[in-house]
């Protein structure tokens, strides 16, 4: 029997690699960047199954190009917004992506960003490295508590959720805003209140974004709504990049409109190293690493790759984004 043939657009962990080695016919991209256009474009022709990651656009072009007998996209990552996913389910195309197992690790990062801002540890160790450490200084690198604080939340899914777990333990007080608003029993077991984003912008310490990225909230946290926050706020992006508007939050920190930011995320992604957000001592930037434990990216790899394997024969994805085309 013909085996299945299929693209992995970059080396991802062996717990993906192994299942689907052993099941198709598989190219898998070996360079440590994405394949450029031309290259993912001619890798994915005559292909049943395409394993796709955030830096590949899955579009009509692309669609094209694989052909008609392409059943599966399967997206190593819980976002999909890089993947058109109406055009695929009008094609009948499944798509699939790894939501849950990503959710503490993410919220991990995202709670070391705001710690890290909050405390400066990313200047205190510069500083030290400057040879600027000459004594103990009672004035030096001061910064916020956390405990006791107030945390902003902006998008309450599992993310979100797992952040208010981690601020009660250093005894916050927790705000939110989402589209939906949570159960009574979600909100009373992290003790979290309900918020418009104005009423939350002004209150809260610390802002944390975990909102999907979909045309509502593209460049959400433009100027306007840096005005509403605290001069003393943290912004922490462990979202997407376009949620905030990039040029508006280098003015805002410029002008100590908020004091600073924390990005695992950006626009444009990724960050030039000339970008006006890198030369800001008040924003720290990471590379996208929020799931980057290596557990967690294993359990992605085995995910995506059951999701593709699922596809290819023609079976329901264990974890589909567009779960409608199965009528
Ligand atoms: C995702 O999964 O959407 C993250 O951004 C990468 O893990």
Redesign the pocket.
Known sequence: MTKPKVFVSRIIPEEGLAPIRAACEVEIWQDELPPPRDALLTAIEGCDGVLTL?TDKVDDEFLDRAGPQLKVVSNF???FDNVDVAACTKRGVAVGN?PGV?TETTADLAWTLLMAAARRITEGDRYVRDGKWKTWGPMLLMGPDVHGATLGIVGFGRIGQAMARRAKGFGMRVIYHDLQRASKAVEAEYDATYMTLDGLLPQADFVSLHVNLSPETKGLINAERLGWMKPTAILINTARGPVVDSMALVAALEAGTIAAAALD?TDPEPLPADHPLIGLDNCLVVP?I??ASRVTRGK?ASMAAANLLAGVRGKRLPTPVNPEIYG
């Open positions: 955030l990552a819980v976002g790894t990503l995320v996208h929020a799931s992605m």
